[in-house]
């Protein structure tokens, strides 16, 4: 007899694992950059979170857009357990996303434009999933950290909206929530795929492109 798939549902509170009071060790220096992981970054630089499926190849969308990206770094956010473990997270138990943290200049490269990336990197109508990675830390986000982000990241989901069902997809499932607390993830997990570039990546967009893009110069 065939068994189903549990479908993923997100914890409660009272089901959530309770995590630890420290944060679990990780790199110190981005294996590429070798800039310091976690800062401090330079006078200026702002950050962003986007969750869109493993954090392994979605880091790279975000690094590989070169000029104006400082730092890029894989993490668990939106979620109940603090300072969780992969392991945690992959329990489904904790509520964590797997997230990518991009430290930008903003003076070269436009929070519109990190946008584009994440939109056009992964397909975000499939709900707690990417692909066939199947699981709640798998669901499509964005984090934002102001209103400036919120507006931005708001009118770039009804603007692809429009572009995602003119093609016959369905409605857009990402959430965008305040930013809250990042956990930074292990050391083997930053820039994995710099490190083993022919890893695992089960990211796949949709071929439609966002319209939003760099923001226009003043």
Known sequence: MLFARRKPEMPTAETALKGRPEPIPTATTHFLSKRALKGPYPEGTETAVFGLGCFWGAERKFW?????IWITAVGYAAGLTPNPTYEEVCSGRTGHNEVVLVAYDPHEVSYEALLKTFWESHDPTQGLRQGNDVGTQYRSGIYVRGEAQRSAAEASRAAYQK????NRYGP???????????????????????????????LGGTGLSCPVGVKAEA
């Open 163 to 166: 572009v995602l069902s003119a």
């Open 172 to 202: 857009i499932t990402t959430e965008i929530l305040d930013a809250g607390g990042f956990y930074f993830a292990e050391d083997y997990h930053q820039q994995y795929l710099a490190k083993v570039p022919h890893g695992y990546c089960g």
């Open 64 to 68: 590989e857009m070169g000029d104006g």
